[in-house]
């Protein structure tokens, strides 16, 4: 089994729409939106949900107003400075702040603290007309995107495995966090979607540092290269001297935004274009056994 994940140092690179694509092409396959902060795969694959898996994604303090003396204590002793008093003058402790570090519920005199367990994030197992896919949403202010990628990635093997399937093709985060070193550790190969743009060039050289250290094939395409033919010849040269092969050059086209248009991808809209013949072609490389 390869597992095979897409990324693009930043947002709005067209990420999802090469991953779409290539959904619609490879057999054999699982595929896993690992963009749990804004997943968007979906949009495209239309998944019908089959299971559904809350996530604990940690503990928040909650204090009882009641018991609590107001001595201060733990606002004193609250590192990420979460605990504030409201306009009544009841103390409270925000959830977005909190990060569950547990400090304040051991130095309340009162026992006033207790924590209480996020389960406000969910894993999804669905099918979709490609095969199946695991997704995720989490809940506003939810924290621990990094676990939560690699959970829905676990389970994209396990399904892989039951099913006798050859890929996990991973729709990677964007950027160069914790989700996206979940996304990377333990992957076979890397698919870079670059965009000719100056921050698109620098985002990238940013996530190729970091893959630096994973020493994982990596392979890259250029989408929309014709929009800064300049940047692109640079990207390229850049490519090349870190032998990373580069398997496309993706013209602007308005039939790849035709086909999302009609939640399709560019591959089941237009199967002869010139684009789609490039996708087939770059998912031949990446699909192959070295
Ligand atoms: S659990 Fe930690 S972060 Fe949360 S309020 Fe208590 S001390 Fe602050
Ligand atoms: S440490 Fe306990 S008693 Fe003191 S202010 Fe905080 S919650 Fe209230």
Redesign the pocket.
């Known amino acids: 089994m390869q597992e095979i994940t897409i990324l693009s140092g930043k947002g709005g690179t067209g990420k999802t729409t090469i991953t779409a694509a290539i959904a619609s092409i490879a057999k054999n396959a699982v595929f896993c939106d690992n963009d749990v902060d804004a997943a968007d795969l979906h949009l495209i694959l239309e998944p019908n949900i089959l299971k559904e898996n809350s996530f604990d994604s940690g503990s928040k303090a909650i ?1 009882d107003i009641e ?9 004193d002793h609250c590192r990420f400075d979460s ?1 504030h008093y409201d306009k009544s003058d009841n ?1 409270y402790v925000n959830p977005f702040e909190c990060e569950g570090c547990r400090l ?1 519920e051991r ?4 026992d ?2 207790s924590m209480i367990r996020s389960l406000n994030n969910y894993e999804y197992v669905s099918e979709t007309r490609f095969g199946y896919m695991v997704h995720a949403k989490m809940g506003a202010g939810e924290e621990n995107s990094g676990r939560l990628v690699t959970s829905i990635r676990n389970k994209s093997k396990e399904i892989a495995k039951e099913n006798n399937l050859d890929f996990i093709i991973n729709d990677g985060p964007p950027g160069i966090g914790c989700p996206v070193i979940s996304s990377v550790t333990g992957t076979n190969k890397v698919l870079l979607v670059i965009e000719p743009t100056k921050s698109g060039f620098h985002d990238i050289k940013r996530l190729i540092e970091l893959l630096e250290s994973f020493k994982v094939k990596t392979y890259a395409l250029i989408n929309k290269f014709d929009i800064n033919t300049e940047i692109s010849t640079e990207v390229e040269e850049f490519l090349k001297t870190l032998n990373i092969p580069l398997l496309a050059k993706i013209p602007f086209d308005t039939t790849i935004v035709e086909a999302m248009i009609n939640k399709q991808t560019i591959s089941e809209f237009a199967p002869n274009s010139e684009i789609s013949k490039m996708m087939k072609d770059v998912w031949s490389v990446l699909s192959s056994s070295n």
């Open positions: 204090i018991k609590c003396t107001n001595c201060d204590i733990c606002i605990i103390i304040c130095v309340c005199p009162a006033a603290i």
